[in-house]
């Protein structure tokens, strides 16, 4: 069974940083492209950032452009989020996923994690 499981989130005082992390487990033949998603209390969700599977090509929301980096680790079946500069209209509970051919089914699927909580202070 694939898992998606996050880790990183906080509570951090705007202006500040946060690195999150998003590791894949299970059995896997290979990874597509993988990416974050957040939700604000009250709010639609939002595409943050995407990455594709050689990590050659990236996509950000215009609303974090130039503050977040998206990478990867393809040995470790990882995605990252590195913020920077935060805001307080950053909080929102951030999610990853990920486009990956499981073992046992015919195809690539989304599988999604459980998400963690970014907490901005201001």
């Known amino acids: 069974q694939v898992q998606l499981v996050e880790s990183g989130g906080g509570l951090v005082q705007a202006g500040g940083s946060l690195r999150l992390s998003c590791a894949a487990s299970?059995?896997?033949?290979?990874?597509?492209?993988m990416g974050w998603y957040r939700q604000a209390p009250g709010k639609q969700r939002e595409l943050v950032a995407t990455?594709?599977?050689?990590?050659?090509?990236?996509n950000y929301a215009d609303s974090v452009k130039g503050r977040f980096t998206i990478s990867r680790d393809n040995a470790k079946n990882t995605v990252y989020l590195q913020m920077n500069s935060l805001k307080p209209e950053d909080t929102a509970i951030y999610s990853c996923?990920?486009?990956?051919?499981?073992?046992?089914?015919?195809?690539?699927?989304?599988?999604w994690g459980k998400g963690t909580l970014v907490t901005v202070s201001s």
């Open positions: 996923y990920a486009v990956l051919h499981a073992v046992g089914t015919m195809t690539f699927m989304t599988y």
């Open positions: 299970g059995r896997i033949f290979s990874i597509n492209t």
């Open positions: 990455i594709t599977s050689s990590g050659s090509s990236t």
